[in-house]
């Protein structure tokens, strides 16, 4: 069965420290994956997926498919990055059926 | 764009009662919307796969008499909770798929849920 697992429920940092928020997953395909954020009070939201290779908002995941892991990267956490993050797969590349992991709370302190 | 609504955004009904929950996506039509779940403090967990004109696919363990979903326009999507019990008070949450800014990738874009609370 396809599962993501993000180990850290909360992550506290200082602002202009680095971030990592660990995502692994486990899937016999290959599979799609992506982070999505929630800011307070808002909706969830497409963060990046790792077959666009892109940097938003500073933020950058790789995929290790050896690791299967697909960890989200920050060099300097900024105030606003304060949210809450998911991790999810797809099994294929149509974005089908989304499968997410509990999420991870991020907290950056001024 | 891609902006996607859900109606109502709270809801308190009393145990028996059916409450239906309303998804739009307002400026894009969407072949495909999902239903999720959403328990306090957990992840989101898919409950079906609504599809315009044809039957929704549920996910294991999801009773389809309990929670009807109906697709009928590319831009409406339902989620009917009948006979409601207070273990169906969670966040409820819909998705539409639809392209991305570019037009080069689909990708799920998502409502602000439903919270319902089942007295």
């Known amino acids: 069965a396809q599962r993501v697992t993000q180990p850290e429920k909360l992550l506290s940092v200082f602002k202009g420290a680095p971030v990592e928020l660990k995502c692994n997953y486990s899937?016999?395909?290959?599979?799609?994956l992506f982070w999505y954020v929630q800011y307070s009070r808002q909706r969830l939201q497409l963060l990046l997926r790792?077959?666009s290779r892109e940097s938003i908002k500073g933020f950058t995941a790789d995929l290790n498919k050896g690791e299967t892991s697909f960890h989200l990267k920050k060099p300097f956490a900024q105030e606003e990055d304060s949210a809450m993050y998911y991790c999810?797969?797809?099994?294929?590349?149509?974005?089908?059926?989304?499968?997410f992991g509990t999420g991870t709370r991020l907290q950056v302190f001024p | 764009g891609a902006v996607v609504s859900q109606h109502p955004s709270w809801v308190i009904c009393k145990s028996g009662t059916s409450v239906k929950i309303e998804c739009r996506s307002l400026?894009?039509?969407?072949?495909?919307m999902f239903w999720y779940r959403q328990f306090p403090k957990q992840s989101l967990m898919l409950m079906a796969t609504?599809?315009?004109?044809?039957?929704?696919?549920?996910e294991q363990g999801v009773e389809k008499d309990k929670f009807l979903i109906n697709h009928a326009s590319l831009t409406l999507s339902t989620l009917t909770v009948t006979s409601a019990h207070p273990e169906d008070s969670s966040f409820y949450i819909c998705?539409?798929?639809?392209?991305?800014?570019?037009?080069?990738?689909?990708?799920?874009?998502f409502g602000p849920g439903t919270r319902l609370l089942v007295l």
């Open positions: 998705s539409a798929r639809g392209w991305d800014k570019r037009g080069t990738q689909e990708t799920q874009y």
């Open positions: 899937y016999s395909g290959s599979p799609e």
């Open positions: 790792h077959i």
């Open positions: 999810a797969l797809s099994k294929s590349y149509n974005t089908d059926k989304l499968i």
């Open positions: 400026d894009f039509q969407a072949t495909t």
């Open positions: 609504s599809n315009e004109g044809s039957k929704a696919t549920y």
